[in-house]
C-alpha cells in the first residue's frame, strides 16, 4: 500500500474520532481489561478517564467567552469612544507598502487599559493570559500577541497611557 502524506493526519483524526473524547484508559493507570481491580472481590469499576494528550480541534465562539456584562467588554466600548488619533499617527504600516500590518492602536490600549484593571503591568503577563483568560482572549479576537509588541508600544506611549488610565480611574 502506497503511503501518503496525509497518513499521520489521518490517524490523529481517526484516534480522535474513534478513541478520543476521553474515553481512553492512560498507559500509567492501574488496570486489569480497562478496569480497576476492587480490593474486597467485588464487582471492579468501569471507568472513563481524561486523556489529555489526545490532540482535538474545537469550534468556539468567541462572542461566548465572556458575558454580556463583563468589565472587558464595558473597557472596549470606552476605548471605542476615545480619540486615539496621538496613537494611529505614530503607526508606520500603510497600505500597499512592504511589511507587516501593525496592530489596531485600539487594541493594544484596550490590552493594557484591561491589564492595569487586573493588576497585571507585565507584557509577559498579557502574553501568557492571552493564551487561557477568556477576557483577554475574547478582547484580542483570539491572537496570542507577541511580549515584546505589548512593551514597545507601553514604551512609546508610556505618558498618554498613564494619562488615559488616570483619568478613566478618576471618571
Known amino acids: ?7 499521520p493526519f489521518r490517524a490523529i483524526f481517526m484516534s480522535v474520532i474513534w478513541g478520543g473524547f476521553g474515553m481512553n484508559n492512560p498507559p500509567d493507570a492501574p488496570r486489569s481489561g480497562g478496569v480497576f481491580d476492587t480490593p474486597s472481590g467485588d464487582p471492579a ?31 472596549w466600548e470606552l476605548v471605542g469612544r476615545l480619540d486615539l488619533s496621538a496613537f494611529a499617527s505614530r503607526v508606520g504600516s500603510f497600505e500597499g507598502a512592504a511589511g507587516r500590518p501593525a496592530y489596531d492602536p485600539a487594541l ?44 514597545d508600544f507601553r514604551v512609546a506611549h508610556h505618558s498618554v497611557l498613564d494619562l488615559l488610565f488616570t483619568q478613566l480611574l478618576a471618571a
Not at 500500500?1 to 497518513?7: G, H, I
Open 45 to 75: 469499576l468501569r471507568l472513563i478517564y481524561a486523556d489529555r494528550r489526545q490532540l482535538c480541534w474545537t469550534m468556539l465562539d468567541v462572542e461566548l467567552l465572556v458575558g454580556p456584562d463583563d468589565s472587558v467588554r464595558a473597557i
Open 108 to 151: 493594544l490600549v484596550s490590552l493594557w487599559i484591561y491589564a492595569y484593571s487586573r493588576r497585571i503591568g507585565s507584557a509577559r503577563e498579557i502574553e501568557r493570559r492571552l493564551a487561557f483568560d477568556p477576557g483577554f482572549r475574547w478582547l484580542a479576537g483570539l491572537m496570542i500577541i507577541n511580549h515584546h509588541t505589548l512593551s
Open 1 to 7: 500500500m502506497k503511503k501518503s502524506l496525509l497518513d
